[in-house]
C-alpha cells in the first residue's frame, strides 16, 4: 500500500479557502485516493474519493495533478466548525488490498474566528 | 436508520479481565470492521469482515478475536485484557465488500484497562 504525507496541522480563519494537500510518491496504477474528517469525540466520516483529476461534492473538491503522486483537499469558505483531523488514503480499486484501509495521523485543522 | 451503534460507551478493565465490545448496523452493510486509536497514532485496523462467516485480521489484531455470525453483527472481544488495549474502539460498515472506501462508523468505545 502507499504510503502517504500530511502536514501534521494546519491554521486558518472563517472564511477562507483552505487547501491540505497528501503526498503519496508510490501510488500505482489502480489506486484510489480517500479523504475523511474526523471531529474530536467522534468516529471518522468520509469526504471525498477520487483517482485523477478533479472531483467535487458538497463538501470538498479533490485535486488530482496528472502523476497523481499528490492531491489537495480543497475546503471553501471554513467555518468553525470545520476545526477537525483530516486524513488522506490510498488503496487500491481491488479486493483484499483494499479491505485493509490505511488511516496514518492525519492534518489537525484549526480554524480561527 | 440507526446507522452503526456501538456497546458501551465507555469501559473500565482490570488486568485479566474479558470483554465484548459490540457493534449492529441496520444499512444491511455486508462489510464490516474494528479500529483502534491512540493519541498520536492515527486509526489502526484490528480485524474486518467482507460478510456473514469471513472474518480477516488487520494491522493490529493481537489480543482480540472476531466472529460474523449475522450481517447486522460484529462483536470484537478481548480475552485478556492488558493495559496496552486501552484505546478508543471505532467500529465500521461500508455498502462496497470489495471496495469499502466509504465507511460509516459508530460513535466509538472508550476502553481503560488498569
Known sequence: ?113 | NAGVTQTPKFQVLKTGQSMTLQCAQDMNHEYMSWYRQDPGMGLRLIHYSVGAGITDQGEVPNGYNVSRSTTEDFPLRLLSAAPSQTSVYFCASSHDRFFPYEQYFGPGTRLTVT
Not at chain 1, 466520516?45 to 470538498?60: D, L
Not at chain 1, 468553525?80 to 488522506?88: H, K, N
Open chain 1, 1 to 113: 500500500l502507499a504510503k502517504t504525507t500530511q502536514p501534521i496541522s494546519m491554521d486558518s480563519y472563517e472564511g477562507q479557502e483552505v487547501n491540505i494537500t497528501c503526498s503519496h510518491n508510490n501510488i500505482a496504477t489502480n489506486d484510489y485516493i480517500t479523504w475523511y474528517q474526523q471531529f474530536p469525540s467522534q468516529g471518522p466520516r468520509f469526504i471525498i474519493q477520487g483517482y485523477k483529476t478533479k472531483v467535487t461534492n458538497e463538501v470538498a473538491s479533490l485535486f488530482i495533478p496528472a502523476d497523481r503522486k499528490s492531491s489537495t483537499l480543497s475546503l471553501p469558505r471554513v467555518s468553525l466548525s470545520d476545526t477537525a483531523v483530516y486524513y488522506c488514503l490510498v488503496a487500491p480499486n481491488y479486493g483484499g488490498a483494499t479491505n485493509k484501509l490505511i488511516f496514518g495521523t492525519g492534518t489537525l485543522l484549526a480554524v480561527q474566528p
